[in-house]
């Protein structure tokens, strides 16, 4: 990501923190800094240039912001607009709440305007009216790549009309089941099932068959977290740029990392 990340904001990943390894051998150091402590990477920056970063994050965290993801999504639905284009690199973290940038600002009962491959939900695909569970689909996504499980069942094959007048295939799962490995799973096995049927209800073929709201699926979620059912940690590859000043939620000056 090519913005402005604030100290302030990595406070909220509670347990994180960063770990960095030799290049030349990739070995990893045991030397661990804490976020709380970020000026001293600096000090790591220079001693060693050619280190790695990556940022551990607990999976529940992520769980959690994906909640507060579905509270922000909730709030657009409200005012009637569908995002349509929910995917990582458009999700910003503050310090204290989620941001959705980019929206295809899509109404209800209408046709998507544009899709990213991977993330859209069938209907856009395939030309279809959109609904406001549009939005779950890719929610769904997220959940399966969280819990790194996998999708199978019967797979469709559509052609599109392109505006170039030719034709793309279109794979798509109808009514995908979900697949958790129980033996290298993050899930613990009292809940696999009940993880299974929150991320199948998003993944279904028709907006019909998803959640009626998102009220219902992020109470779905909620209780999952609250029943401690997910575990491990996910690393994430960074690197940083320069040190600078940003604004933080309070409207104060704050120091920062320009990290991309």
């Not at 960063?18 to 804490?34: Q, W």
């Not at 392109?162 to 034709?167: D, H, P, Y």
Request: hydrophobic share 35%.
């Amino acid at each position: 990501m090519r913005r402005e990340f604030i100290t302030e904001s990595f406070l909220k990943f509670n347990g994180a923190y960063f770990l960095h390894y030799f290049d030349e051998y990739k070995k990893t150091v045991e030397d661990k800094i804490n976020v709380e402590n970020l000026s001293k990477y600096k000090e790591y920056k220079y001693r060693i240039p050619n280190s790695n970063w990556n940022l551990k994050i607990p999976r529940v965290i992520i769980a959690k912001i994906l909640l507060e993801l579905m509270r922000a999504l909730n709030e657009l639905h409200m005012a009637g607009e569908i995002h349509g284009d929910i995917k990582p690199s458009n999700i910003l973290v503050s310090s204290n709440e989620i941001h959705l940038i980019d929206s295809l600002k899509l109404k209800s009962e209408s046709l998507s305007a544009g899709l990213t491959k991977g993330w859209c939900a069938p209907e856009q695909i395939i030309s279809e009216e959109v609904d406001f569970a549009t939005d779950q689909y890719p929610i769904g996504l997220m959940f399966l790549s969280l819990i790194e499980g996998t999708i199978y069942g019967e797979l469709s094959e559509f052609l599109i009309p392109t505006n170039f007048n030719e034709i793309e295939k279109y794979k798509i799962f109808k009514n995908p089941k979900v697949y958790i490995d129980e033996k290298k799973s993050y899930v613990k096995n009292s809940q696999l099932e009940e993880w299974k049927l929150l991320i199948e209800k998003c993944l279904k073929f028709s907006p019909k068959e998803r959640f009626s709201n998102e009220k219902e699926l992020l109470s779905g979620l909620n209780k999952l977290i609250e029943k401690d059912s997910i575990n491990g940690e996910i690393e994430i590859p960074i690197s940083f740029g320069l040190p600078s000043i940003g604004i933080n939620d309070n409207g104060q000056e704050s120091f920062c990392w320009l990290i991309k």
